[in-house]
């Protein structure tokens, strides 16, 4: 099955991982990922502060290009998705913004729908599909899943399971056999947002969401954005996290599928992480 | 109050058409729906750290008028865009989104020359956006050398090279960006967006 794909800039470059292993563990599912032709930035979180009419009109020309082909889009990234789905529902809501962007973009509006790759593989190949292509069992991997903000709110747009606690990635790990832990940090911010500017009140922020992780003896930090990954990852080693001090690995929840299916850690781009998965992979492989 | 100062409002310098400019933009609809009960302040984790940023206190000052404490400061530039105020408001205010029309606001006002934009957040977005504007999708390699040259902080400047080489060795960085086909086309939509 061919589907339509926004894979959004970091997926290029910082995020080689996510890309690497969302296509391999999709070609196990049977989902072949084909990227929208000649796609631009959403506009991340940037654009928004200085230009309202272009922070609608970048999404909107993904949209455009989607819409073209399909009636439906997967995403990769959360900010991405968000802005997206933010998009979207901002033109069907609101005539004069439709026109708007219409006119500059030439583009006649129709809504598709927007999914996030988390959705697409826990809806539409499900779990007892997923369980099929486990090859080797997680072992009682205990891990947590950590969703941050902007896949799940607002909710009345995003449609993830639950804003407050969500469960899709638990299922699949323990469909895999792993040990999903209770974490109430799901979906609290990482101040990612913030990494570049305001450094000093990330690191608080993620302090509390590894803080907790360590405590409940989490051994893989699961997620589904490169922004929360990159600001976990270079957090991790500024961090006490009070336990025993060790860095917890920080992995894309297609990552750890695509161990469980047995394929390389080479070509899910594991050696790519910053804060090394070996422990992770000596438990599984 | 704000960025961290307490001091007396002066009647004299209050703008009662603020809350009207900033009604108009988009994402500052339905300021004038707050009723203050301050949960977009409770709920917000930048606040639990930052207490020179509250929400309520920004929705208060906009309600009020006074447009050039709030737009000079740099306080509405430190929103992470968690969007948790946005879904916890019983009214609707989507704080989240107030924060981008004042932002806005306070860029419009600097280019006249009105106020000056304090803090890193703002010259970041700008290189941002220039960076999608010459190529279509951010170059991270070219937004992050540009924005490191700007900080002049050598301490900044230590630990983000730190982490460039780390990343370069893993093979996370392009050293090329990546140009779309159609430049000319999303560059007129930037100068379409812009009028």
Same mark, same amino acid.
């Given at each position: 099955?061919?589907?339509?794909?926004?894979?959004?800039?970091?997926?290029?470059?910082?995020?080689?991982?996510?890309?690497?292993?969302?296509?391999?563990?999709?070609?196990?599912?049977?989902?072949?990922?084909?990227?929208?032709?000649?796609?631009?930035?959403?506009?991340?979180?940037?654009?928004?502060?200085?230009?309202?009419?272009?922070?609608?009109?970048?999404?909107?020309?993904?949209?455009?290009?989607?819409?073209?082909?399909?009636?439906?889009?997967?995403?990769?990234?959360?900010?991405?998705?968000?802005?997206?789905?933010?998009?979207?529902?901002?033109?069907?809501?609101?005539?004069?913004?439709?026109?708007?962007?219409?006119?500059?973009?030439?583009?006649?509006?129709?809504?598709?729908?927007?999914?996030?790759?988390?959705?697409?593989?826990?809806?539409?190949?499900?779990?007892?599909?997923?369980?099929?292509?486990?090859?080797?069992?997680?072992?009682?991997?205990?891990?947590?899943?950590?969703?941050?903000?902007?896949? %799940?709110?607002?909710?009345?747009?995003?449609?993830?399971?639950?804003?407050?606690?969500?469960?899709?990635?638990?299922?699949? %790990?323990?469909?895999?056999?792993?040990?999903?832990?209770?974490?109430?940090?799901?979906?609290?911010?990482?101040?990612?947002? /913030?990494?570049?500017?305001?450094?000093?009140?990330?690191?608080?922020?993620?302090?509390?969401?590894?803080?907790?992780?360590?405590?409940?003896?989490?051994?893989?930090?699961?997620?589904?954005?490169?922004?929360?990954?990159?600001?976990?990852?270079?957090?991790?080693?500024?961090?006490?996290?009070?336990?025993?001090?060790?860095?917890?690995? %920080?992995?894309?929840?297609?990552?750890?599928?695509?161990?469980?299916?047995?394929?390389?850690?080479?070509?899910?781009?594991?050696?790519?992480? /910053?804060?090394?998965?070996?422990?992770?992979?000596?438990?599984? %492989? | 109050?704000?960025?961290?100062?307490?001091?007396?409002?002066?009647?004299?310098?209050?703008?009662?058409?603020?809350?009207?400019?900033?009604?108009?933009?988009?994402?500052?609809?339905?300021?004038?729906? !707050?009723?203050? !009960?301050? #949960?977009?302040?409770?709920?917000?984790?930048?606040? &639990?750290?930052?207490?020179?940023?509250?929400? &309520? &206190? #920004?929705?208060?000052?906009?309600?009020?008028?006074?447009?050039?404490?709030?737009?000079? *400061?740099?306080? #509405?530039?430190?929103?992470?865009?968690?969007?948790?105020?946005?879904?916890? !408001?019983?009214?609707?205010?989507?704080?989240?989104?107030?924060?981008?029309?004042?932002?806005?606001?306070?860029?419009?006002?600097?280019?006249?020359?009105?106020?000056?934009?304090?803090?890193?957040?703002?010259?970041?977005?700008?290189?941002?956006?220039?960076?999608?504007? *010459?190529?279509?999708?951010?170059?991270?390699?070219?937004?992050?050398?540009?924005?490191?040259?700007?900080?002049?902080?050598?301490?900044?400047?230590?630990?983000?090279? $730190?982490?460039? $080489?780390?990343?370069?060795?893993?093979?996370?960085?392009?050293?090329?960006?990546?140009?779309?086909?159609?430049?000319?086309? $999303?560059?007129?939509?930037?100068?379409?967006?812009?009028?």
């Amino acid at each position: 099955m061919e589907m339509p794909y926004y894979p959004g800039c970091s997926l290029e470059s910082s995020a080689k991982e996510y890309q690497m292993s969302a296509e391999e563990v999709c070609k196990q599912l049977g989902i072949e990922l084909v990227e929208i032709e000649d796609w631009n930035c959403c506009g991340a979180l940037e654009v928004s502060s200085l230009n309202s009419t272009l922070s609608l009109a970048l999404p909107a020309r993904n949209l455009k290009i989607a819409s073209e082909r399909s009636d439906k889009l997967v995403v990769a990234c959360n900010a991405c998705l968000n802005n997206l789905m933010t998009v979207q529902h901002k033109l069907s809501g609101n005539e004069d913004l439709k026109q708007m962007i219409s006119r500059i973009l030439n583009y006649e509006f129709r809504e598709i729908e927007i999914l996030h790759l988390l959705d697409l593989i826990w809806n539409e190949v499900g779990l007892e599909n997923i369980g099929e292509s486990v090859k080797q069992q997680l072992n009682g991997l205990k891990t947590v899943s950590y969703y941050g903000c902007l896949s %799940v709110r607002p909710s009345k747009i995003l449609k993830s399971d639950d804003p407050d606690n969500p469960t899709h990635i638990d299922e699949i %790990v323990s469909v895999l056999g792993g040990e999903p832990l209770e974490f109430t940090s799901k979906t609290k911010c990482c101040g990612g947002g /913030l990494l570049m500017t305001y450094r000093d009140i990330a690191l608080k922020l993620t302090e509390q969401i590894l803080t907790e992780a360590s405590q409940r003896g989490a051994q893989c930090i699961l997620v589904t954005c490169p922004l929360c990954h990159m600001t976990l990852e270079t957090l991790t080693g500024k961090v006490k996290t009070g336990v025993d001090g060790r860095k917890i690995p %920080v992995l894309y929840f297609t990552q750890l599928m695509g161990l469980s299916f047995g394929i390389e850690p080479k070509k899910l781009g594991l050696h790519k992480n /910053l804060v090394s998965p070996e422990p992770v992979i000596s438990l599984i %492989v | 109050m704000v960025d961290g100062e307490m001091r007396t409002i002066d009647f004299e310098e209050l703008d009662p058409n603020f809350k009207y400019e900033v009604s108009k933009e988009i994402g500052g609809q339905n300021i004038k729906l !707050c009723f203050n !009960c301050g #949960i977009c302040t409770v709920s917000c984790p930048v606040r &639990r750290i930052d207490d020179t940023y509250n929400p &309520r &206190r #920004i929705i208060r000052m906009v309600l009020y008028g006074m447009k050039k404490e709030i737009l000079s *400061s740099e306080t #509405i530039w430190k929103c992470a865009h968690c969007l948790t105020c946005l879904e916890r !408001c019983p009214q609707d205010v989507k704080f989240a989104e107030v924060i981008e029309a004042l932002r806005i606001l306070a860029v419009r006002e600097a280019e006249k020359g009105n106020i000056e934009i304090k803090g890193p957040q703002f010259p970041f977005d700008l290189i941002f956006k220039d960076s999608i504007e *010459s190529y279509g999708r951010v170059f991270e390699a070219g937004l992050l050398s540009k924005y490191m040259l700007k900080r002049k902080a050598l301490g900044f400047m230590m630990s983000f090279s $730190l982490l460039g $080489l780390k990343m370069f060795r893993k093979g996370k960085i392009s050293l090329f960006p990546h140009k779309i086909k159609a430049l000319d086309e $999303l560059q007129r939509v930037f100068k379409d967006s812009s009028e």
